[in-house]
């Protein structure tokens, strides 16, 4: 007759993760507008790129189940085929034998010029630099939640660069999109539970 083991089966199952714990830990990253942000070892890091801003866009509307933010997502892929068409034939021109090369180099001359200052302002504003802030040079953190249709979530960081105090600005995704209020109290509890007092 087979033996009978009395012993409580639940002892050899693991044990439960903690929710308790995991939910009092702060998060350890958040989506941006243009990619991610991560908290690692004793770092801000910011990782943003046109493929990002890709991604963003394609989850946040064209994998949403309502119609009108598939509608955004197509409005913004129209407007960049418009625009890639736009240059494409500019440029055609540009190169056509019988253009005038004065009124050619001025007017790419002029593009690039826009394009340059357009980064440069973003940059100076904070929007393109650092990609790494240590926690401990950070001063201060302020959130704007922003208006829906609007204006975008947004995080400022005040940090300190040497004997200079300088501002890191951070895009949030839209409010428009599924997750956006959650990434935006998501971003906030990240610097909050890190003992930032972040003004909001």
């Not at 942000?37 to 890091?45: K, N, P, Q, Y």
């Not at 625009?83 to 001025?106: E, F, K, N, T, Y």
């Not at 249709?149 to 951070?170: F, I, N, S």
């Amino acid at each position: 007759m087979p033996s009978i083991d009395t012993s409580d089966s639940r002892d050899a199952a693991p044990d439960p993760p903690d929710a308790a714990f995991d939910a009092a830990d702060p998060p350890d990253a958040f989506d941006t507008k243009r990619g991610t942000a991560r908290f690692e070892d004793g770092t801000f890091v910011v990782e943003d790129s046109v493929s990002g801003y890709a991604r963003s866009l394609y989850r946040g509307y064209w994998r949403s189940d309502a119609w009108w933010r598939k509608a955004i997502f197509v409005g913004y892929v129209f407007w960049l085929v418009v625009a890639i068409g736009w240059s494409m034939q500019l440029l055609g021109r540009l190169v056509q034998r019988d253009a005038d090369p004065i009124w050619a180099a001025g007017g790419a001359g002029v593009v690039a010029a826009l394009l340059l200052a357009l980064w440069l302002v973003n940059y100076l504003r904070g929007y393109r630099s650092p990609d790494r802030i240590a926690l401990a040079e950070i001063e201060s953190v302020s959130a704007t939640r922003g208006e829906t249709g609007l204006t975008r979530p947004r995080l400022v960081l005040t940090y300190r660069d040497g004997e200079a105090t300088r501002k890191r600005r951070v895009n949030l995704p839209s409010l428009s999109m599924p997750d956006g209020d959650e990434t935006y109290e998501r971003a906030v509890a990240a610097f909050a539970e890190r003992g930032f007092d972040v003004d909001r």
